[in-house]
C-alpha cells in the first residue's frame, strides 16, 4: 500500500560528494515536492515540481537542485553534500487543484524519509 | 506572507485525559488547514483538514479542530489520550490549490504517560 517511496531511508556521505535522492510516487499526483526536516525548525520547502521537467525554487533551494523526467519520479541532488545539509529529507505528492477530487485537494502525501548524515 | 506557529514544542499528558495542541496562523486570504502526524521513524500523514466548509474538522483517531477565524487559530484536541497518540504533531497552512507552498509550524511532540 505505499504511495510514495523514497530509495534510501540511510544514507552516509563524505562532505563534497554528490549525493542523489530518489521518490517515485504510484498515485499520478503533478505535484511533487521535497522538504527538509529539522527540529524546532519543521519542515521547509527546498523544491517542489507541478509537472515533467517544470520545477520551481522553495524556501531553501541553496545548495540543491531536483530533477523530473518522468511524472512520477522526482529526485533532488545534492551537487557537493556539506556537513550542514546534514537532516531528515522528506518527499511529498499532491494533486494539481482541479485535476483530483474535492476531499484530496492541496493534501500532500509523504514518503517515509531520508536520513542523511554527511561527515 | 503565511505563517503557523505552534505553541509548545512539547506536550506532555497522561492517558485518558484532554489532548490540546494549539496552532495560530497568519495569512492575508482565506486559508486551507491541516494537521499531519508524524510517528517515530515514519513520514507524516494527514490528521485532518479545513478547506472552508465546517468549521469544527473532524479526523482520523478521535481527533478534531475548530477553525476560528476571530482568533485565527486551528487547535487540535482530542477529549481522551492514548498510548498510541505519542508522536510529533504538524499544523500547516496552504493558499490557493494544488499544494503548492504548504508552510508548516515547527511542530508539537505529544508524550503521552501511563
Known amino acids: 500500500d505505499v504511495k510514495v517511496t523514497q530509495s534510501s531511508r540511510y544514507l552516509v556521505k563524505r562532505t563534497g560528494e554528490k549525493v542523489f535522492l530518489e521518490c517515485v510516487q504510484d498515485m499520478d499526483h503533478e505535484n511533487m515536492f521535497w522538504y527538509r526536516q529539522d527540529p524546532g525548525l519543521g519542515l521547509r520547502l527546498i523544491y517542489f515540481?507541478?509537472?515533467?521537467?517544470m520545477k520551481e525554487k522553495g524556501d531553501i533551494p541553496e545548495g540543491y537542485s531536483v530533477s523530473r523526467e518522468k511524472k512520477e519520479r522526482f529526485s533532488l541532488i545534492l551537487e557537493s553534500a556539506s556537513t550542514n545539509q546534514t537532516s531528515m529529507y522528506l518527499c511529498?505528492?499532491?494533486?494539481?487543484w482541479g485535476s483530483g477530487t474535492v476531499s484530496g485537494a492541496n493534501v500532500l502525501t509523504f514518503g517515509a524519509g531520508s536520513r542523511l548524515t554527511v561527515l | 506572507a503565511q505563517s503557523v506557529t505552534q505553541l509548545g514544542s512539547h506536550v506532555s499528558v497522561s492517558e485518558g485525559a484532554l489532548v490540546l495542541l494549539r496552532c495560530n496562523y497568519s495569512?492575508?486570504?482565506?486559508?486551507?488547514l491541516f494537521w499531519y502526524v508524524q510517528y517515530p521513524n515514519q513520514g507524516l500523514q494527514l490528521l485532518l483538514k479545513y478547506t472552508s466548509a465546517a468549521t469544527l474538522v473532524k479526523g482520523i483517531n478521535g481527533f478534531e479542530a475548530e477553525f476560528k477565524k476571530s482568533e485565527t487559530s486551528f487547535h487540535l484536541t482530542k477529549p481522551s489520550a492514548h498510548m498510541s497518540d505519542a508522536a510529533e504533531y504538524f499544523c500547516a497552512v496552504t493558499l490557493g490549490g494544488g499544494g503548492f507552498k504548504t508552510i508548516f509550524g515547527a511542530g508539537t511532540r505529544l508524550f503521552v504517560k501511563a
Open positions: 515540481s507541478y509537472d515533467v521537467k
Open positions: 511529498a505528492s499532491s494533486f494539481r
Open positions: 495569512s492575508s486570504v482565506p486559508p486551507y
